[in-house]
């Protein structure tokens, strides 16, 4: 199952600075590694930047409840 990245979901309870080092490790902050699938690899050559505003959009989502 993939991750909620709204809000509501794990990603929810991440800081900015966990969620740019997730992209850039491919590491959670719980330590568990993404899936191949996940594309954090690509996600981890922005810029900061770019990952900030990644962030804040998935920030400005409704909650979704876990695994909707």
């Known amino acids: 199952m993939a991750l909620n990245l709204t809000p509501g979901g794990e990603v929810g309870f991440w800081s900015e600075g966990q969620f740019i080092a997730t992209m850039r490790t491919g590491v959670t902050p719980g330590g568990h590694r993404l899936i191949e699938f996940m594309p954090w690899k690509y996600f981890g050559e922005m810029t900061d930047d770019e990952l900030k505003a ?13 695994g909707k």
């Open 54 to 66: 990644v962030w804040l959009y998935l920030q400005s989502l409704p909650a979704l409840e876990h």
